[in-house]
């Protein structure tokens, strides 16, 4: 997101803050989430695929909550004009292809209304199924994860994203020489990823009641949220999107707080991300700069810039977002709570990324040291603490890309917290101990913040260099090698 | 995870907020503070473009303080490779070199090189510059004055830029000034084209008042900055370009790194166009009042007692087709030839030092154009000036 976009987007989410309807603001919200996914998609090489994967966000989203749905719904209506006004604003979307240069909301020039219709009715057949055959929505459900992970996969893991960008600029008529695996730039696929996920999973495990589909594409497509997060949970955000009407309607003092609460988050985002993370961008360690450094005090110059830049571009994009949802009525979830301040290594975990870390507590290791728990066969508790880590810090590697840097990374982390937790374990005993004197819990206090920020700012070498022998290389220069 | 929260926490809950904010105000307070903000803004960008204090702000530097000063002036066509970038404010230019270090050492003989990108060094490392050759034979005054080359070269051809870069140069006291030249920044219609002397007006004005050079103070070309150019937001670019050069000098620091030089280029022109033409001259003979030859007087007289050398650069000569037309793809035979007669009787006319180095170096130690010299160029080049300099500090003459 730009200055341009993120200050538009503001003003939208103050008039659909403004709005109390509980019909209006569906409606509206629906349609605002639609049209900025196609706005904020950037442009690809490969022909309309910067109007195809915004469609396909929405189709995919459809599908997920049409897998989710009792086979008799008393809404159905409701759920036709949904999804009548949806593929009206596709549709409409691309029918700014004949406005020529004042087309603004896509990319590039849409494809033809016949393309997109075309494209449109396999996937109104494939939606269609779950009411044809309802017996089968159970399968369905399995069936549109596999195909999440799937995508998700395909876009992450580089050789594949390579083919499929040949295979689909072959398919465009385009060279697939120049077929690169950035040209699948999907914007915010893997948000939207685990959002559905999540909805697949709490659907499938009984949890799931959502029953608006007009809700449901608005909550996967929240604009405030979709480029980079918080990943919210279905319960809280409709939870929010209830109280939001009260709000409006009948307490002017807390919706003005709320409102002015989002400006300042926007103003802290903005300054975050475009004063000083792009000002740190400069100075940050790179793949170009690694190679270059010819001292280690520069070298750990460079290290400290890149693990400030990431935090405060990211950072600076969740506050953006959450002072979005402030100004819609809607309070997102934090998602960082001053982790460099942390003085251990799972503290820092329950401050870094918080709606990503409780997502895949709560998707992955839970339901697997669970699993690990139940086997017959009793396994040591440390043994379920390593297992149950590394997996899952193995996969939060993976997430940002199935490439060996980002795998190292997982692991390291893994490692980390698995060494924390015996330290944990081995200081219960003694730390009345350490209580009583003051002077040498400070002490333990201090070394803990320094280790543990030594510690994450060392891994984002494995973060930023996918080369790893460059990498090994720094971790050499820093130590004076 | 273990420990992991069970709940991520929600943003400042509306209770908070309504806490945070004073008890009955409401929509009036946004519009107090988006109007109070506006006046504010327009007040900075009011006090801003009154007082335009970019002159000031360029003097603030983190170089020759956090980090070493850079060895050449900021040029850099790609900024993100090149850890260097081109910006026009003068005394941001200087206050990055390493020449404002400190006030000027009793103990230095103070020796500046002016001239473009051949000085300046394009395609080389700064370790490979002539004025880093120079330096490295570490050569005391008969007085024992520790002589010290600075590279003030900047890669464009123009001999107004040369003298816009020497005039503000001045002010660190050079001993020797070393001037290299070549036919390309004489052409009267070159000298206004270096986007560094089209956005420093004022003082280009001056130089053109001062020595009544035979240019238009009121050329089209000067960029004057109108009242929104000069408000902080008409600013934004040049005070950004100020926050970068400063940034980029801890990727100099760290790597020494001030130009973004490819693996392979496009060699210089071995076969030429059979054009027997020089810019808009015809042959057989140059026009000197054509020729900025004016600028370069005004360049000895402004160095004042300090005395200057002035070289004719090393060019390239080719062997290729039309070769017997053109010496290279910047000049035909009998402009160039013309050239070097009119800078020897100029010389010798006002009794300037000058030394005619043109056919000095060999073809092959010549990268992607005309003038630009290999490393090895570059040290052969030093090697063959250095005597030369040694004689000029040695004999203490006054070169003029």
């Not at chain 1, 996967?220 to 949970?233: E, N, Q």
Request: charged share 15%; aromatic share 14%; glycine share 6%.
């Amino acid at each position: 997101m730009g200055l341009i976009q993120v200050l538009a987007l503001s003003l939208i989410a103050l008039l659909l803050g403004q709005v109390s309807r509980q019909k209006w603001f569906t409606g509206v919200a629906l349609i605002a989430s639609i049209l900025s996914i196609y706005w904020l998609q950037p442009s690809t090489p490969v022909r309309n695929l910067d109007f195809w994967l915004p469609t396909a966000s929405v189709v995919i989203t459809v599908a997920v909550w049409t897998s989710t749905q009792p086979a008799v719904s008393a809404e159905r209506r409701q759920v036709l004009a949904s999804l009548a006004a949806v593929v009206g604003v596709i549709l409409l979307l691309s029918l700014t292809r004949y406005l020529g240069p004042l087309c603004c909301l896509t990319a590039s020039r849409p494809p033809s209304i016949l393309l997109v219709v075309i494209a449109l009715l396999p996937a109104a057949g494939l939606l269609a199924l779950s009411w044809l055959y309802p017996g089968a929505v159970s399968i369905f459900s399995r069936l549109a994860l596999l195909i999440l992970l799937g995508v998700f996969i395909l876009l992450k893991t580089p050789p594949l994203a390579q083919s499929a960008s040949a295979f689909l600029r072959s398919w465009s008529g385009q060279s697939i020489e120049l077929a690169n695996p950035s040209d699948l730039s999907w914007l915010g696929f893997s948000y939207l990823a685990f959002r559905l996920i999540h909805v697949l999973r709490d659907d499938q495990a009984g949890k799931f009641q959502g029953k608006s589909l007009a809700d449901f594409i608005t909550y996967a497509l929240f604009f405030p949220a979709y480029v980079s997060g918080p990943i919210d949970r279905w319960q809280r955000w409709e939870s929010d999107l209830q109280s939001r009407f009260t709000l409006v309607r009948s307490n002017p003092e807390d919706r003005f707080a709320l409102t002015s609460a989002g400006f300042q988050r926007i103003l802290m985002g903005l300054f975050k991300k475009f004063a000083l993370a792009d000002s740190l961008a400069l100075i940050s360690l790179n793949p170009q700069n690694a190679a270059q450094v010819v001292s280690t005090a520069w070298l750990w110059v460079l290290l400290f810039g890149y693990s400030l830049r990431i935090y405060l571009d990211f950072s600076g994009y969740t506050d953006i977002a959450i002072g979005l949802g402030n100004l819609m009525g809607f309070r997102l979830p934090e998602n960082f709570d001053r982790p460099y301040l942390k003085t251990n290594l799972t503290a820092f975990w329950n401050s870094w990324h918080m709606t990503l870390a409780l997502w895949f507590r709560a998707y992955l290791f839970n339901p697997l040291t669970r699993a690990l728990r139940m086997r017959p066969e009793k396994l040591p508790p440390w043994l379920i603490i390593l297992v149950g880590q590394t997996i899952t810090m193995a996969l939060i590697g993976l997430w940002h890309g199935v490439t060996w840097n980002f795998l190292i990374w997982g692991l390291w982390h893994g490692a980390g917290l698995f060494i924390h937790n015996r330290w944990s374990d081995w200081m219960r005993p003694r730390s009345a101990l350490i209580e009583a004197r003051p002077a040498l819990a400070r002490i333990l206090k201090f070394s803990g913040w320094m280790l543990t920020f030594l510690f994450v700012t060392l891994g984002w070498v494995w973060f930023a260099l996918p080369d790893l022998p460059l990498a090994w290389q720094v971790f050499q220069k820093l130590a004076g090698y | 995870m273990p420990e992991m929260t069970q709940n991520v926490k929600s943003s400042p809950s509306l209770a908070s907020d309504a806490a945070s904010a004073a008890p009955g105000v409401g929509w009036r307070f946004f519009r107090n503070v988006i109007l109070k903000g506006l006046i504010l803004f327009c007040l900075a960008n009011l006090l801003f473009a009154g007082w335009y204090p970019m002159d000031e702000l360029g003097r603030i530097t983190a170089y020759n303080f956090l980090f070493p000063g850079r060895q050449r002036l900021p040029y850099g066509d790609h900024p993100e490779r090149a850890y260097n970038l081109s910006l026009y404010n003068l005394n941001a230019m200087f206050a990055s070199h390493e020449i404002s270090t400190r006030a000027k050492p009793a103990n230095e003989y103070r020796v500046i090189l002016i001239g473009d990108s051949s000085t300046w060094g394009f395609l080389l490392p700064v370790e490979h510059t002539l004025t880093t050759y120079l330096n490295r034979r570490a050569v005391m005054t008969a007085s024992g004055k520790q002589v010290r080359f600075y590279n003030l070269g900047y890669p464009v051809m123009s001999l107004t830029k040369d003298l816009l870069l020497l005039s503000y140069a001045m002010r660190f006291e050079p001993d020797l000034i070393i001037w290299l030249v070549t036919l390309e920044s004489f052409p009267n219609d070159k000298q206004l084209y270096p986007p560094l002397v089209q956005n420093n007006p004022e003082p280009v004005r001056q130089l053109i008042q001062t020595y009544h050079l035979n240019l238009d103070v009121n050329d089209p070309s000067f960029q004057d900055l109108g009242f929104w150019q000069r408000t902080l937001i008409g600013a934004r670019r040049p005070l950004a370009d100020l926050i970068r050069l400063q940034l980029y000098g801890v990727l100099w620091a760290a790597t020494g790194i001030d130009q973004d030089i490819p693996h392979d280029y496009t060699p210089r022109m071995e076969d030429l166009p059979a054009d027997p033409n020089f810019h808009e001259f015809e042959p057989p003979q140059l026009p000197a009042s054509q020729l900025a030859f004016d600028v370069l007087e005004a360049g000895i007289q402004l160095a004042g007692d300090t005395p200057v050398l002035l070289i004719n650069e090393p060019m390239f000569i080719s062997q290729g087709a039309n070769s017997d037309l053109r010496y290279n793809f910047y000049y035909p035979r009998w402009a160039y030839d013309d050239y070097r007669l009119l800078m020897a009787e100029a010389s010798a006319r006002h009794r300037w030092h000058y030394l005619d180095a043109w056919n000095l170096i060999p073809g092959s130690e010549f990268t992607n154009s005309a003038v630009h010299l290999s490393a090895a160029g570059s040290q052969q080049f030093a090697e063959y000036l250095f005597p030369i300099i040694q004689e000029i500090i040695a004999g203490g003459e006054t070169p003029k």
